[in-house]
């Protein structure tokens, strides 16, 4: 298991208390299991917030499957819910799903409450003067995600 881990690129120390505790959870599977575990967990504290996807693209480039079939996805989407819901070694928050979008109206309780939100949300559009529109494409949803100054910068100032 820790040779696994060493072919990858993952070093593990005596006092890796996070290997320990994977190890602990998973006593009773297979070495590869436990070294994919921690791999994941290592990927997943590296980035902080990232989709299931995006974590099977890391792995898979570290070399733990020598293709992206859907068996490998399917096991590493387990491996994740497992280790977030049953180990509680990844935070919930870490993994995102912008797939599943909240569809709500905005309500208030009364006119006033109304007015009080507009006056404090309200924002002038600055391109609207513009003879372009300045339009920003992302083939990954992370970019939502991780850049929200940027974004906010582009558009409020």
């Given at each position: 298991m820790i040779r696994l881990l060493t072919e990858h690129g993952y070093a593990i120390h005596e006092d890796d208390s996070l290997f320990m505790q994977i190890v602990e959870y998973?006593?009773?599977?297979?070495?590869?299991?436990?070294?994919?575990?921690?791999?994941?967990?290592?990927?997943?504290?590296?980035?902080?917030?990232?989709?299931?996807?995006?974590?099977?693209?890391?792995?898979?480039?570290?070399?733990?499957?020598?293709?992206?079939?859907?068996?490998?996805?399917?096991?590493?989407?387990?491996?994740?819910?497992?280790?977030?819901?049953?180990?509680?070694?990844?935070?919930?928050?870490?993994?995102?799903?912008?797939?599943?979008?909240?569809?709500?109206?905005?309500?208030?309780?009364?006119?006033?409450?109304?007015e009080e939100f507009v006056k404090k949300h309200y924002a002038r559009n600055p391109w609207q003067d513009q003879n372009c529109n300045v339009e920003i494409f992302s083939e990954k949803m992370q970019w939502q995600v991780s850049c929200p100054p940027l974004r906010e910068s582009i558009v409020f100032h």
């Open positions: 998973y006593q009773r599977s297979r070495a590869e299991t436990i070294a994919l575990a921690y791999a994941l967990v290592k990927v997943s504290y590296r980035e902080k917030q990232i989709s299931v996807r995006g974590v099977f693209y890391r792995i898979v480039s570290e070399g733990w499957a020598k293709s992206t079939n859907e068996r490998f996805y399917q096991r590493i989407s387990a491996l994740l819910t497992d280790l977030r819901r049953g180990a509680e070694l990844i935070p919930h928050d870490w993994i995102i799903d912008s797939t599943r979008i909240r569809d709500e109206y905005q309500m208030f309780p009364n006119l006033n409450e109304y």
